[in-house]
Nanobody
Framework: QVQLVESGGGLVQGGGSLRLSCAAS????????MGWYRQAPGKQRELVAS???????NYAESVKGRFTISRDNAKNTVYLQMNSLKPEDTAVYYC???????????WGQGTQVTVSS
């Protein structure tokens, strides 16, 4: 069965950095586009970054220039490097496969990112 396990969140001061990891199992990771999503309290879940099979990336406007998504197919892991964090980045972050432009799998537990001002 598919498992997506996010880690790396925490509490950080504004301007700080965090690196999130998502370890995938039960899938042929290298054949899947992947994305990082986030959900802030009272808000809908949104896609913040995606990476294709070939390594092309896309970002939400709110994180462009600050976040970098990458993948290591040998480790079945997708990463999100988050720099210059802002309080509005506070959310639970999730990873998922992307198919047809939509998240494909059931959501994992996510990892909490809290940015203090």
């Amino acid at each position: 069965q598919v498992q997506l396990v996010e880690s790396g969140g925490g509490l950080v001061q504004g301007g700080g950095s965090l690196r999130l990891s998502c370890a995938a199992s039960g899938i042929i990771f290298s054949l899947n586009a992947m994305g990082w999503y986030r959900q802030a309290p009272g808000k809908q879940r949104e896609l913040v970054a995606s990476i294709t099979v070939g390594g092309s990336t896309n970002y939400a406007e709110s994180v462009k220039g600050r976040f970098t998504i990458s993948r290591d197919n040998a480790k079945n892991t997708v990463y999100l490097q988050m720099n210059s964090l802002k309080p509005e980045d506070t959310a639970v972050y999730y990873c998922n496969r992307i198919r047809g432009g939509r998240p494909f799998d059931s959501w994992g537990q996510g990892t909490q990112v809290t940015v203090s001002s």
